[in-house]
């Protein structure tokens, strides 16, 4: 026993005293200087700041939205003529599809060129020379105050009527005129509805209306696009025997009869009532009227 315990002693002296951390204290990297502090630019001085500062976090934030802002405009800007060229062949189309010439793989563009654009004064009826037909906004031209009127009586909802538009002449292979497409736009329950009417050389019978923009319901007022709804125009009257404007869309046929009848959309009333109501509008004396009679007596 006693050699155990001079063992033990022996051991114990050889360890020396017990470690501390104050015999032995952890290195600490020293603050920046002042000096260092001014020496850096202000984007090193931002990026230092801790991910967490507020003022980091808002002015990232701010920076983020600007960059996105400034590519939002560019692609915006850049666009804009294929979005104009699209606008236009799209107004095309429909020009195209309401005369009955549209098919499957057609040349939209060569079928066009056998319209005959005109600017029409809803007034007279007569067509003026005062613009250029394939440069003349109808759009713009009911905004203008100078081109322009409020209504009083607005049964189509649109405010303001332009005093001229943009018609379109189709004539046959002998060059007599087959029909005439007329611009239409009015309210519906959500939204204005813009489309073309065409009508036959008789300025009497409706071959077709078709609308291009709309925000109506899908399945319900978004059915104006439906062809089986679309076909129940064609070879509708607009005037009576007696010249009474006659056409109506409504549940039942008008006293006039069904030939002045166009069935309303079912579950869709208030989309219904707004093509009624804009029809019935362009097709009065207050529309395009004045230039059909020139139509109906054979000016054209």
């Given at each position: 026993m006693p050699d155990i315990d001079k063992q033990e002693q022996g051991q114990e002296q050889n360890q020396g005293p017990d470690f501390t951390p104050?015999?032995?204290?952890?290195?600490?990297?020293?603050?920046?200087?002042?000096?260092?502090?001014?020496?850096?630019?202000?984007?090193?001085?931002?990026?230092d700041t801790p991910a967490d500062n507020t003022a980091k976090t808002v002015t990232v934030a701010l920076l983020l939205c600007l960059v996105a802002s400034m590519v939002v405009s560019a692609a915006a800007v850049s666009l804009r003529p294929l979005?104009?060229?699209?606008?236009a062949l799209d107004k095309q189309v429909n020009i195209v599809q309401v005369a009955g010439l549209y098919e499957d793989g057609v040349d939209v563009?060569?079928?066009?060129?056998?319209f005959e654009p005109h600017v029409l004064e809803l007034a007279t009826g007569a067509f003026t020379d005062r613009f250029d037909p394939y440069q003349f906004d109808d759009r713009a031209a009911a905004e203008d105050m100078t081109l322009s009127a409020p209504l009083d009586d607005d049964p189509a909802g649109i405010r303001r009527q332009a005093e001229y538009v943009t018609v379109y002449l189709l004539r046959d292979e002998s060059g007599a005129?087959?029909?005439?497409?007329?611009?239409v736009y009015g309210y519906g329950l959500w939204s204005t509805l813009y489309g073309f009417i065409a009508v036959e050389e008789d300025g009497n019978t409706i071959y077709g209306l078709q609308?291009?923009?709309h925000a109506e319901t899908p399945g319900l007022g978004a059915e104006v696009d439906n062809p089986r709804w679309k076909a129940l125009w064609?070879?509708?009257?607009?005037?009576?025997?007696?010249?009474?404007?006659?056409?109506t869309v409504a549940k039942t046929?008008?006293?006039a009869g069904r030939d002045h009848f166009v069935d309303a959309l079912s579950g869709a009333t208030l989309t219904s009532?707004?093509?009624d109501n804009l029809v019935r509008f362009w097709m009065s004396e207050r529309g395009f009227e004045p230039f059909l009679e020139r139509v109906r007596a054979g000016e054209l």
């Open positions: 104050e015999m032995n204290p952890p290195v600490r990297e020293e603050a920046p200087s002042r000096a260092e502090t001014i020496r850096k630019g202000p984007i090193r001085r931002f990026l979005q104009e060229k699209n606008a563009a060569e079928v066009f060129r056998s005129l087959d029909k005439v497409i007329l611009p609308f291009y923009e064609r070879d509708k009257k607009l005037r009576d025997g007696e010249g009474n404007l006659a056409i046929p008008p006293p009532r707004g093509v």
